[in-house]
């Protein structure tokens, strides 16, 4: 066995780096979703405030370059990965508890959120960005688009099981009871993540990633990474492909609701058929890029044009379907776009994993907080662009169904523009090197 077979993660070694992002996005979940309903609807406070905690989440993210740049300077990455799953759910115990403070003083509950996302955003930038970035430097070429698929994948098994859980927990509901479920949620998610990274760094007792023996400062770092050419333009690129992924967000159900009768029941259904096929898509990504992908040169970049314009293609069959009406095969037409979306992000997932340890060494975890951030205001502005999107159509034109057309076409386009900028990133050299995705900057990986 070589130096560099040891250094790679088996397949448990990947599935323990998915139990984090299980338990992140057990976390996630409660405070995204459930405290946005007991706001609005147990509380009756505008549908703008949990919006706007979101956003504010994502916002903080835009600090991921620093937390990359920390594990980068340090060493190690899984102090980072624990001390943001712990402050994560730290966030989250403060969230509930702030919720709760609104029924009393809204002014004081609202500010004491505030307080707490912020250390939700802190909590999911640490965590997330280091648990990518490790993932990128031990996982072998061959693997990284299974290894995006089965981290993904993991993620949306912690939204599941946690809302199907703590949706019976938190019956009959009370704020106490919020509370309480959010407190063993942190806890069982902690205990879980830290008991998954515990020593996965070491091999026969010396650290995997040596810290640099010159420490450079943060924006110099990030300005030597901004300068690579290629992680400038897949920092681009994953900006506005994930505008035009989460751009729909907010806007589907109500799209099926007004143009097709749906009922809330319905809509919610309709969403799970775009959910199922983002799984199947993801599966088969993840299977062909590991049977085929690891033999043929510039694969991922292929698949991640090909999710692109996939993507593109289905958001113009909904515009067409928008102007067809009830006729149009509804149902169909969103799975086609749940599973070239999940084509598409296991893709670049794969990718970005790949673009992380290329270029200069020693930067894997700053430069995957610099697409984490990018990535992270792309999805906080992606769903208000989409419904301010429609609010505008729908006030310049009387027709609803020409609104939602002209909307759903414009996020095509944005995806064919991402698919055009996916070309631009790598040419020959890493074809050679028979990488799944081209690297960034001048130089090639140093295995």
Known sequence: MSSNDAKHFGWLGVIRLGLVQTALGAIVVLTTSTLNRVMVVELALPAMLPGALVGWHYAVQMSRPRWGYGSDMGGARTPWIIGGMATLGLGAIGAAAATALMATSTTLGIAAAFAAFFFIGVGVGAAGTNLLALLATRTPPSRKAAAAAIVWIMMIFGFVLTAGVAGQMLDPFSMGRLITVTVAVSAIAFAVSTLAVLKIERRNGEKSLPAPKEKTAFRQAVREIWDEPQARRFTIFIFVSMLAYSAQDLILEPFAGLIYDYTPGESTKLAGVQNGGMLIGMIITAIVGTTIGKSRAG??????????????????????????????????????????????????????????????????????????????????????MGAVAIDATRALFADVSLAFAMVFALEGAAFLVAAYLATRVGHTKADNMKLPMMPAGDQLPAE
């Open 299 to 384: 694969f991922m970049r292929m698949w991640t044009m090909a999710g692109c314009v996939a993507s593109a293609a289905a958001l113009g069959a909904l515009a067409l379907g928008a102007l067809a009406g009830p006729s149009w095969p509804l149902q169909l037409n969103v799975f086609a776009l749940g599973l070239s979306n999940g084509a598409f992000a296991v893709a670049a997932i794969g990718s970005m994993m790949t673009l992380a340890s290329a270029g200069r060494k020693g930067r894997e975890g700053t430069r995957m907080g610099l697409w984490g951030a990018s990535q992270a205001i792309a999805f906080g502005l992606g769903g208000f």
